[in-house]
């Protein structure tokens, strides 16, 4: 039986990489065919068949390529030449994706701005991305407004919406435009290789960087999750990730137009509405990140929530306390995880829905892709490297930085980077294997386990070390939201005067009160004693990302300083437990005092 088990799952896993491979293997950086000739073969296809759905309106594959086809000669219009850049700084939208979509035709670049920035971060990518227009909306206008005097050269606003002042009312100029494709001659010499986006890092850490997203990347996503979902021309994905992200606003619409099917877009993600629109507009697939998965679950039971005609839900960061219940308590038959970064080189697929793996890489296909895991040192924040001076590859069950062996010859190798070279240059290990050679850094800790699945552990920075042991943030945060009335959780390390190493700190939303005597328990059940939060932070909520990613950079900062943090405050008394961090029991641990 367990031959027969394995032999169904490596056939599972082949049909897939079979199908991703078939709609990839002929992009080529020195092609002429552009991410926009992909998408204007589909019209061609299916012109008439429904392609997007939002807030009760539908677009047609034509339609939708008429109103991309005014943007590019709006652009035209306004003199833009292939190359320059134009700013899209709004929510989900039906216009969104016509807008880079047909810009795209004229080789114009489009930055994607993130929709919920505003003041210096806003600023900063408006900055770098070097546009002279940005295109907003009702939404966006007044945070654009409010952000003006940090920019370092003035910008022409273009607003789908009435204009006012010295916006200019870009739906007004659209009229005059033709709804014709644009020459193809406008292309003529661009390649493949040539910038087709700008997408940002979510700046948890700081400041967003721009990934320079080129034609070529652009068709890897789309084309690539055309093929790996199986999608078909009857499929409806729901999407209400933001566009602004390659999961949603490339793989996500790149399996629904590259076969013929449709896209049912919310404006932003809602627990609440979620089964009511799923079952309302038959969607059969969706697109997630693992929080929103968790938001589902947490939710309260939904009467919609089995009725659906759901056959896959597919995305990334799907945590393994979270896999089961999803596929199980909402019906769902197949559940596609994968791994990427919008910048990376590095891809994995979960074909064979091994629960808790983000891909795998059979032996038998080792020597033919570009991923290895290396030995990290989470002190240095630098792999470990023998007396040759090369890394060292893990073993099975070895936690390993994840890397991605960069010019192979392959598309799907290039590592084009960020605007910032100097950004760029951090992301890139040399020497890795072999002498001359050069290898993306995810950032990612990963360990596999003998079958070459994957497993996701958590980034370089996240990890710590405390009293001599190396304390996975991500592994933490898993066993305390396993705690009842645990909404969100999400750990780090801070400082402690005097002593070696970072002590845990976990930020907690509850669903109720929190009981600091059972929460002590549970953590001692669960973790090892050295991993046991020693401060516990109360939040109304999570500060997240658009994509729902904490943002850990303030909490570290606010530390475990009850004068600058305004909710509950716990420490982890050696003799109490889990009391009340007061003012001055925060003075003895910075006097050292309380030995930790």
């Not at 793989?251 to 137009?257: I, P, R």
């Not at 877009?265 to 089964?275: P, T």
């Not at 629109?277 to 038959?282: F, H, K, L, S």
């Not at 516990?536 to 943002?551: E, N």
């Amino acid at each position: 039986m367990r031959f027969k088990a394995r032999l169904k799952r490596d056939w599972r896993y082949w049909q897939g990489l079979s199908r991703t491979l078939k709609r990839v293997k002929s992009i080529a950086r020195e092609s002429d065919n552009l991410i926009c000739d992909d998408l204007q073969a589909a019209v061609d296809q299916w012109r008439e068949r429904p392609a997007m759905t939002f807030e009760g309106r539908t677009l047609s594959y034509g339609e939708l390529d008429a109103m991309a086809n005014r943007y590019a000669h709006w652009a035209k219009g306004m003199n833009l030449r292939r190359g320059q850049v134009v700013a899209l700084f709004m929510p989900n939208r039906l216009e969104y994706f016509p807008v880079w979509y047909g810009l795209s035709k004229v080789g114009v670049v489009t930055a994607l701005i993130n929709s919920q920035l505003a003041g210096l971060p806003l600023a900063h990518c408006l900055n770098i991305s070097g546009a002279a227009h940005v295109i907003v909306d009702a939404d966006t206008s007044p945070v654009f407004e409010a952000t003006r005097a940090l920019l370092e050269r003035p910008m022409q606003q273009w607003i789908l919406g009435p204009a006012q002042g010295d916006q200019r009312d870009l739906a007004q100029a659209l009229k005059s435009c033709s709804s014709l494709p644009p020459d193809r001659g406008v292309r003529d010499g661009m390649t493949a290789a040539d910038t087709a986006l700008l997408i940002f890092t979510s700046g948890t850490t700081g400041l967003p960087k721009a990934a320079r997203i080129t034609h070529m990347r652009a068709q890897l996503y789309m084309r690539g999750f055309a093929g790996s979902t199986g999608a078909r021309d009857t499929d409806r994905i729901y999407v209400t990730l933001p566009l602004y992200h390659a999961t949603g606003g490339l793989c996500a619409l790149g399996a629904a137009l590259l076969n013929g099917g449709s896209v049912v877009l919310r404006r932003k993600f809602s627990a609440s509405h979620f089964w009511k629109e799923i079952v309302a507009e038959g969607c059969t697939m969706f697109v997630y990140i693992g929080e929103l998965c968790r938001y589902l679950v947490n939710h309260e039971f939904d009467e919609d929530e089995t009725r659906h005609k759901l056959r896959m839900a597919f995305g990334n960061g799907l945590r393994p306390d979270v896999w089961p219940t999803l596929k199980q308590r909402f019906r769902i038959p197949e559940i596609l995880e994968f791994y990427g970064s919008t910048e990376g080189n590095v891809s994995m697929f979960n074909f064979d829905g091994r629960e808790g793996a983000i891909g795998r890489v059979p032996k038998w296909l080792k020597k033919k892709v570009n991923v290895r895991l290396v030995q990290f040192d989470i002190e240095t924040e630098e792999p470990v490297r023998g007396p040759s001076g090369l890394c060292i590859e893990c073993g099975a069950g070895q936690v390993g930085l994840c890397i991605g062996q960069i010019g192979t010859g392959d598309a799907r190798t290039d590592f084009t980077g960020y605007l910032d070279k100097a950004a760029s240059d951090k992301k890139v290990l040399r020497d890795v294997l072999a002498r001359g050679d050069a290898w993306f850094s995810t950032g990612d800790l990963m360990k596999m386990d003998a079958d070459g699945y994957f497993y996701f552990v958590d980034r370089v920075g996240d990890t710590f070390r405390w009293k001599g042991e190396n304390v996975s943030t991500g592994e933490v945060a898993e066993r305390i939201q396993a705690f009842p009335g645990v909404l969100e959780a999400t750990v780090y390390g801070v400082a402690v005067e005097g002593a070696d190493g970072r002590a845990g700190m976990a930020a907690i939303v509850m669903d109720g009160a929190f009981d600091p005597v059972a929460f002590g328990e549970h953590v001692s059940r669960e973790l090892p004693s050295y991993a046991q939060p020693l401060f516990v932070r109360l939040l109304p909520a999570m500060d997240t990302t658009g994509t729902f990613k904490v943002r850990k950079v303030d909490l570290v900062a606010d530390g475990f300083d009850p004068t600058k943090i305004k909710g509950a405050l716990f420490f982890h008394d050696p003799k109490k437990g889990y009391a009340k961090l007061t003012k001055a029991t925060h003075e003895k641990l910075v006097s050292g005092a309380i030995k930790i």
